[in-house]
């Protein structure tokens, strides 16, 4: 089998001094390619720079609505230079609102989230969505703003609405760690994701699926999440794999 983990981030500082062996390690162990999500500017250098020595790992480059403490306007334009020029990177992202950790900037977020959808548009590249305690105002710019390449719902929130509005725009959504959760209440989110538009996720090192909850998170666990979907889908996990993988080939334009 082989499994594609759509998103995670071996630019965190907690892996800096394991990487590349885990990397090395991950791929041994059936993950077969992985997506290194940049957050800010010297993330997104950083998801470069692991890219570019794995012929199995892409980057995506992108300031998170989390990382706008100070403006970033600059950042924006060096965002978009490094990614054109770049062809490990795979879309902008992640990009999108929180207004779970900030709450006193949402003009400010939806305003650079906007710019970023215009960086995608320019480069021809999706677009990787994080939203939080944001459906309403992520959907409405989704819609004021049409992305070209559309993109991906990274670690979906469990809210339906949420979902079938995603869909309808023509994006992925891609699961992570927290549908294994006891109390996650998943199984009819999960329904409601057609095979065509799933994806599989890690967000390492967060997001530990159950049962190493609250341990440092790795792409092997990606497979935990797959199983959780097939057990809902009633299908094979290597069935479950082979739809995932190739979403995320298809999304990514990754041959």
Not at 69 to 94: M, R, S
Not at 135 to 155: A, R, S
Request: aromatic share 8%.
């Amino acid at each position: 089998m082989e499994f594609f983990d759509s998103h995670a981030h071996y630019n965190d500082e907690k892996f800096i001094k394991n990487r590349e062996i885990l990397i090395k390690e991950m791929y041994a162990d059936e993950i077969t390619n992985i997506v290194c999500a940049g957050y800010n500017l010297e993330s997104s250098k950083t998801a470069i720079e692991i890219a570019s020595k794995f012929h199995h790992v892409f980057a995506t480059c992108g300031i998170s609505p989390n990382d706008l403490e100070n403006k970033v306007e600059n950042d924006l334009e060096k965002i978009e230079q490094i990614a054109q020029k770049n062809k490990k990177v795979v879309a902008i992202g992640e990009i999108g609102l929180d207004y779970y950790w900030n709450k006193e900037n949402k003009e400010y977020q939806k305003e650079i989230f906007k710019k970023q959808i215009g960086i995608a548009n320019r480069l021809n590249l999706p677009i990787v969505i994080h939203t939080r305690e944001a459906f309403i105002d992520t959907v409405k710019i989704l819609k004021e703003n049409p992305v070209k390449k559309k993109g991906i719902f990274h670690c979906c929130p469990l809210n339906q609405e949420l979902i079938k509005e995603g869909l309808k725009l023509g994006f992925y959504i891609s699961f992570s760690g927290n549908i294994t959760f006891k109390n996650a209440k998943s199984e009819e989110c999960i329904k409601l994701v057609p095979n065509d538009k799933i994806l599989i996720e890690t967000d390492s090192p967060y997001l530990s699926p159950e049962p190493h909850r609250g341990e440092i998170n790795t792409s092997s666990n990606v497979k935990l999440v797959a199983k959780k979907i097939a057990d809902v889908k009633e299908l094979s996990l290597e069935k479950i794999a082979q739809i995932t993988k190739g979403n995320a080939q298809t999304i990514f334009e990754i041959s």
